[in-house]
């Protein structure tokens, strides 16, 4: 599939354990919609924060987890996109 879009609500207090997605072959997009202080994501050796308004681009091929210490629920929007060193030949497979 070349593109998929969902919206991730994530309540306080919760912990998403190490694990990887199914697939090289994408990247994923989350924008930042209501971000409260205390979420945070790890993906590889790299751990990051939303911020509302702004985008954070993964590759969910790599070990990643999700902690979300705030007070107030988490949204972000997620999209999912080809890698770009996909060929066209490889997306139509």
Known sequence: R????KYSVMHPGTHV????????CRLR???????????RIRCGNETKV?????VIILDD???HEVWHN?????LILI???WHP??????RRT
């Open 79 to 81: 999209v999912d996109m």
């Open 17 to 24: 354990w190490p694990h990887t997605g199914p697939t090289n």
């Open 61 to 63: 091929s790599f070990e």
């Open 29 to 39: 997009m989350h924008l930042g919609l209501v971000i409260p202080e205390g979420v």
């Open 2 to 5: 070349s593109s998929d879009l």
């Open 70 to 74: 705030g007070s107030r629920f988490r």
């Open 50 to 54: 939303w911020d509302e308004g702004k």
């Open 85 to 90: 060193d996909l060929t066209e030949q490889e």
